[in-house]
């Protein structure tokens, strides 16, 4: 439990070269065939390690020690800063007005308490799933007959991501929406993140991932639900698709892989979007090839050398610097944030983010999902079953509807939205849940 307290009832340049052969990992078609090409056979492996698990559901708790919120407070009191950045914008990273704001306004203003309490509302649980503890938020609706949903975040997410919108799927009487809509909803933490254990052996990427959800929604007693993610959860979830456990009749996600192989070719190649692409496809494209060129350093570093990233578990600034450098679009809403500007995100809701994974000590173990995962993460998987896709506009591209009737042939909605980004749930939780509740309409039995 290390020092939480957990209640617990039982010419090319440098640039351009990684950027070229990182958008070939993101996009390749070709690339890790078991992963992607041959479902049939990931679909056939089992879940492995699951005799001796603790199947049972034990109802779970957080209250971090006093100490630990004093320390956090200290160490950040100590911060060595760097000097200034030598530019006017991000391009040197994460700036450092943004972060002494932030600093201060964790030191001296932001209440865990009040995160823990409004945590602690929600019901929490542990089960043990292929030897790892895996800690979840399961809520159940008022209304018969909802739909069973299992949402999963991503990297530099966490639950924090979903909390907004619990509420608007459980109780969609109260957010706009009809009984008819209503959702039970799952949300857990993945391996190596928040609450859930930090895997001790190797091959927790998210294919495993995918399978030890598959037995957690059996666990709950879930025979007929539907699946949901966006950065990693989006890999997973399809991940489950491709499995086809009998249960799962549907996906939806917020951050789909649907470029073409032509498009993946021509961002390789670093040269200019091809000709004859519309103008969605267009914007997508310029999106995707200034992440290659622009904004892929975090996930290169994680995906190689994970356990180099010491200070981000040392050191609270650094972590947080490290969290918010994710990508342009998400670090300049943060930026503004800070700056006095909130729009989607408060400091608070950031800081109890960043927090989280402070307390949890998950800076250098959640890292390890990109050393662990071999997924092209941007390339169609081959997804057969029925599939709800929302495009937010500052999302790491904004997937045209063209592509995605491409990638998922079984597609039951496409949604092209006017506003949010990477954490679209965090940050626009209402359209979220009403994108979710159109999007799973025509699965509902």
Same mark, same amino acid.
């Given at each position: 439990?290390?020092?939480?307290?957990? /209640?617990?009832s039982s010419p090319l340049s440098r640039r351009h070269f990684l950027a070229g052969s990182t958008a070939a990992l993101l996009t390749s078609p070709s690339a890790f065939a078991l992963a992607q090409s041959r479902p049939d056979e990931v679909a056939?492996?089992?879940?492995? @390690?699951?005799?001796?698990? $603790?199947?049972?559901?034990?109802?779970?708790?957080?209250?971090?020690?006093?100490? &630990?919120?004093? $320390?956090?407070?200290? %160490?950040?009191?100590? /911060?060595?800063?760097?000097?200034?950045?030598?530019? +006017?914008?991000?391009?040197?990273?994460?700036?450092?007005?943004?972060?002494?704001?932030?600093?201060?306004?964790?030191?001296?203003?932001?209440?865990?308490?009040?995160?823990?309490? %409004?945590?602690?509302?929600?019901?929490? #649980?542990?089960? /043990?799933?292929? @030897?790892?503890?895996?800690?979840?938020?399961?809520?159940?609706?008022?209304?018969?007959?909802?739909?069973?949903?299992?949402?999963?975040?991503?990297?530099?997410?966490?639950?924090?991501?979903?909390?907004?919108?619990?509420?608007?799927?459980?109780?969609?009487?109260?957010?706009?929406? +009809?009984?008819?809509?209503?959702?039970d909803i799952v949300i857990p933490s993945l391996p190596g993140h928040g609450f859930s254990g930090k895997p001790t052996t190797l091959g927790w990427d998210p294919i495993r991932v995918a399978r030890a959800w598959v037995v957690l929604m059996e666990?709950?007693?879930?025979?007929?639900?539907?699946?949901?993610?966006?950065?990693?959860?989006? !890999?997973?979830?399809?991940?489950?698709?491709?499995?086809?456990?009998?249960?799962?009749?549907?996906?939806?996600?917020?951050?789909?892989? +649907?470029?073409?192989?032509?498009?993946?070719? !021509?961002?390789?190649?670093?040269?200019?979007? =091809?000709?004859?692409?519309?103008?969605?496809?267009?914007?997508?494209?310029?999106?995707?090839?200034?992440?290659?060129?622009?904004?892929?350093?975090?996930?290169?570093?994680?995906?190689?050398?994970?356990?180099?990233?010491?200070?981000?578990?040392?050191?609270?600034?650094?972590?947080?610097?490290?969290?918010?450098?994710?990508?342009?679009?998400?670090?300049?809403?943060?930026?503004?944030? #800070?700056?006095?500007?909130?729009?989607?995100?408060?400091?608070?809701?950031?800081?109890?983010?960043? +927090?989280?994974?402070?307390?949890?000590?998950?800076?250098?173990?959640?890292?390890?999902?990109?050393? &662990?995962?071999?997924?092209?993460?941007?390339?169609?998987?081959?997804?057969?079953? =029925?599939?709800?896709?929302?495009?937010?506009?500052?999302?790491?591209?904004?997937?045209?509807?063209?592509?995605? &009737?491409?990638?998922?042939?079984?597609?039951?909605?496409?949604?092209?939205?006017?506003?949010?980004?990477?954490?679209? !749930?965090?940050?626009?939780?209402?359209?979220?849940?009403? &994108?979710?509740?159109?999007?799973?309409?025509?699965?509902?039995?």
């Amino acid at each position: 439990m290390n020092s939480l307290e957990k /209640t617990q009832s039982s010419p090319l340049s440098r640039r351009h070269f990684l950027a070229g052969s990182t958008a070939a990992l993101l996009t390749s078609p070709s690339a890790f065939a078991l992963a992607q090409s041959r479902p049939d056979e990931v679909a056939a492996a089992p879940v492995a @390690g699951l005799v001796g698990d $603790d199947a049972r559901i034990r109802p779970f708790a957080f209250h971090a020690p006093q100490s &630990e919120l004093t $320390d956090l407070r200290r %160490r950040i009191a100590s /911060t060595r800063w760097p000097s200034r950045e030598l530019v +006017t914008d991000a391009s040197q990273g994460v700036q450092l007005a943004t972060m002494r704001e932030l600093a201060r306004t964790w030191q001296t203003d932001y209440d865990w308490r009040k995160f823990e309490s %409004r945590l602690n509302r929600w019901p929490q #649980f542990m089960t /043990t799933i292929d @030897g790892v503890d895996i800690h979840f938020i399961h809520v159940r609706s008022k209304h018969p007959d909802a739909l069973p949903v299992i949402v999963t975040h991503g990297w530099p997410g966490s639950i924090v991501e979903q909390l907004k919108i619990i509420d608007p799927l459980t109780d969609p009487t109260a957010h706009g929406g +009809t009984a008819s809509d209503a959702f039970d909803i799952v949300i857990p933490s993945l391996p190596g993140h928040g609450f859930s254990g930090k895997p001790t052996t190797l091959g927790w990427d998210p294919i495993r991932v995918a399978r030890a959800w598959v037995v957690l929604m059996e666990r709950l007693g879930y025979t007929r639900y539907v699946a949901q993610g966006g950065d990693w959860g989006n !890999a997973v979830t399809e991940q489950m698709a491709l499995l086809r456990p009998p249960g799962l009749v549907g996906i939806h996600t917020n951050m789909p892989a +649907t470029i073409p192989d032509e498009i993946a070719k !021509a961002l390789q190649s670093g040269g200019p979007a =091809p000709t004859g692409l519309a103008a969605d496809e267009k914007y997508a494209y310029e999106q995707l090839d200034f992440f290659y060129k622009n904004g892929l350093s975090y996930a290169q570093e994680m995906s190689k050398r994970p356990q180099t990233l010491y200070g981000i578990d040392d050191s609270p600034i650094g972590l947080a610097a490290w969290m918010l450098d994710h990508d342009a679009r998400s670090y300049a809403l943060i930026s503004r944030v #800070f700056a006095g500007r909130p729009e989607g995100l408060t400091r608070t809701d950031i800081l109890d983010n960043v +927090t989280l994974y402070w307390l949890t000590n998950t800076g250098v173990s959640s890292a390890r999902l990109y050393w &662990e995962s071999k997924l092209a993460f941007f390339a169609p998987k081959g997804v057969a079953i =029925p599939v709800a896709v929302s495009a937010f506009p500052d999302e790491i591209y904004t997937a045209p509807r063209s592509w995605t &009737e491409r990638a998922y042939p079984k597609l039951v909605h496409y949604g092209r939205l006017d506003k949010g980004g990477h954490f679209a !749930a965090w940050e626009q939780p209402e359209v979220f849940a009403a &994108e979710l509740r159109s999007g799973f309409r025509s699965l509902r039995g």
